[in-house]
């Protein structure tokens, strides 16, 4: 791997702490607090492609399991990866990852943004469907119960992905991130 990946995913997953000492803010009969760091996740996947950002928060996670209070609010440990929100950010690397094999394969630079808001999309999908799955399970929750409580972090995240997609568009260029590993 190449100094300039190695430094890529290392300022990505700084990217992420960063987003992390950014505050939760807590709604309301739901367990699950609303964190800048889905705009994270967002742009690794979209910036790095599958494989550079799946590393990148693969680092990310293990950094979480081994204490680091990386996540919003100043959690880390084993504990918090298995707890009601564990569904949510286990799958993190997974979502990069499928969000990234879209922007991968992006070729026509017409309606560029729209695409990346697609792919974006199809992340955010992904993390849902692990989390609201996992915190049904988790608390003995009926799952549409979770799926309404989680429709207001749902909305919002569809408005950072679209400040997203734009963001990523253009970074993405600049920065020269192409899918390989080089």
């Known amino acids: 791997m190449k100094t300039k990946s190695l430094t890529l995913i290392s300022l990505f997953v700084a990217v992420m702490i960063v987003f992390g000492t950014l505050p939760t803010i807590q709604i309301p009969f739901i367990p699950v607090p609303f964190t800048f760091q889905m705009i994270g996740v967002m742009l690794v996947g979209s910036i790095l492609g599958a494989r550079k950002g ?42 990069v990852f499928v969000i990234g094999l879209i922007t991968d394969h992006i070729k026509v630079m017409k309606l560029v943004v729209i695409q990346y808001y697609f792919a974006i999309l199809v992340g955010i999908f992904t993390i849902y469907f692990s989390g609201v799955l996992w915190l049904s399970i988790y608390n003995h929750l009926p799952l549409n119960s979770v799926i309404a409580g989680n429709s207001i972090l749902f909305v919002l995240d569809l408005v950072k992905a679209a400040l997203c997609a734009t963001l990523a568009s253009q970074l993405r260029s600049r920065l020269a991130v192409s899918g390989k590993l080089s």
């Open 54 to 95: 799946f590393i990148a928060m693969l680092v990310f996670i293990i950094l979480i399991a081994a204490g680091c209070p990386f996540l919003s609010g100043g959690r880390g440990g084993l504990a918090v990866l298995l707890g009601p929100t564990g569904g949510y950010v286990l799958s993190w690397p997974i979502a």
